[in-house]
């Protein structure tokens, strides 16, 4: 069933309210407003279908925006759009105010899109649960997705939610519009079971960016994603944080930051310049990875911390002012990096054609995996007192390292001389777990 509202007020409007079986899509065209709020699904009942409510051409807005509220179920999916240039939502409370909520105390047993185009919210936006049901917790037994693609919202933006539980994963999209607050892959409580993820090509965030919440738990991995130098992750005064992580709650599961098709531009704030802080996320309990993925500016100026783990990709070449602590270091063929400093990596995987440059590696012990390379590149800016603790591995045999020094320039080039002498082959446990390493999925 489709309907098309042009004009009139209430104090509610719902797509669908009852029991009914088939799809339902309401459009709010011109002047139609509800004072307390909307609902795509509500007061009653069970909707056996897909629900979607959508604001186009001249709608007013009103209050707060539900996908489903205080009904017994939506059997199928749940779609809001928002694309009203002019609209102006509200919230329906002042404790946790939002402007847009996927479900209020109703189950959806399939998936929560909520796509903004246009538009002002006076508050936060989010894609899961806001309250419980009273018999029991609410589900939604799909995946939620938010899609920020222009408008302005004074407030969070949320995959998640504050309670109930996401069976799916939850995210959040930013190409456009202005977010005065942070944006979060889940949210401020329940559970995620499938992971969290963000993802930003453009748009202004001024608060931070967190893959995952902050509060409650994602079961899974989690991931933020920051591609080109569109977005400006600014508020006039400082630079927004990203993290793989949270602000609050747990992760059980992995993270990964990845960094973009990241070249030089010319706006202020543009990505390109960024110098805030990323971390792999301190509520983390698996790895933490960041990869740069065909990263080109000259020097990417970020602050690192939190890492087990930097990968750079799809020819990368860029400098770094750490590693974040990562103790493993893999470049893949053709990319390149250059670290101001010294390194406590333990583990350095180079593709063909790869190159590391740094001043030092000091960790007591230091393997440089060359399997399957013929050309690659390591070069320290200052030449070392002793090679011992470098080792290089190649196809399960290790070498000692040997250099050539430029002493004028106080600078060396490493590589792997012939094997040594009765210690051609690793001791099976160190095979192993070096091997292992080397098969990891690597993220690209």
């Known amino acids: 069933m489709n309907v098309t509202i042009t004009s009139g007020n209430a104090t509610h409007v719902y797509a669908s309210t009852g029991n009914y079986t088939g799809d339902i899509w309401l459009t709010i065209a011109k002047e139609g407003q509800a004072s307390a709020w909307y609902g795509a699904h509500g007061n009653s009942g069970t909707l056996n279908g897909n629900a979607a409510l959508r604001f186009t051409d001249a709608a007013t807005g009103g209050s707060t925006v539900f996908g489903a509220v205080n009904a017994s179920g939506v059997t199928g999916n749940v779609y809001l759009e928002f694309s009203a240039e002019n609209a102006s939502f509200g919230t329906f409370t002042s404790n946790n105010a939002s402007s847009v909520v996927g479900s209020y105390a109703t189950d959806i047993k399939g998936n929560v899109d909520i796509l903004i185009n246009s538009g002002s919210f006076s508050s936060q936006i989010m894609g899961g649960i806001y309250a419980n049901a009273n018999n029991g917790t609410t589900t939604i037994g799909g995946a939620t997705h938010v899609y920020v693609n222009g408008g302005s919202i004074n407030g969070d933006v949320m995959g998640g939610g504050l309670t109930g539980c996401i069976s799916g994963g939850s995210n959040a999209t930013v190409t456009g519009g202005v977010i005065a607050g942070s944006v979060y892959g889940a949210g401020k409580g329940g559970s995620i079971r499938e992971g969290s993820a963000v993802r930003v090509t453009g748009g202004t965030i001024k608060g931070d960016v967190y893959a995952g919440g902050s509060g409650g738990t994602v079961q899974g991995n989690t991931s933020v994603t920051v591609a080109g130098n569109s977005a400006t992750l600014h508020n006039g005064k400082s630079w927004s944080s990203i993290s793989g992580g949270g602000s ?38 698996g790895g933490r990875s960041l990869v740069l993925d065909h990263v080109t500016v000259e020097h990417f100026q970020a602050s690192l911390s939190d890492f087990t783990h930097v990968s750079a990709v799809n020819q990368t070449r860029t400098t770094l002012d750490s590693l974040g602590g990562a103790l493993t270091v893999t470049i893949e063929a053709g990319s390149g990096l250059v670290l101001n400093g010294v390194s406590d990596m333990t583990t350095l995987i180079l593709g063909e054609h790869a190159s590391l440059t740094l001043q030092g590696l000091t960790a007591d012990k230091v393997i440089v995996d060359i399997t399957g390379t013929s050309h690659y590149t390591l070069s320290l800016t200052e030449i070392p007192a002793s090679l011992d603790n470098i080792k290089f591995l190649n196809n399960g045999v290790l070498y000692d390292a040997a250099m ?39 993220f690209h």
Request: glycine share 14%; aromatic share 6%.
């Open 248 to 285: 609050g709650g747990a992760v059980n599961g992995s993270s990964i930051v990845r960094i973009q098709d990241l070249s030089s531009g010319t706006a202020a704030y543009g990505f390109d310049k960024y110098a805030g802080t990323i971390s792999g996320g301190t509520n983390v309990s």
């Open 404 to 442: 050539s020094t430029d002493p004028q320039a106080n600078s060396a080039m490493v590589f792997a001389q012939a094997p040594e002498p009765g210690s051609a082959s690793l001791g099976l446990a160190g095979l192993a777990a070096l091997l292992w390493r080397r098969r990891r999925k690597i």
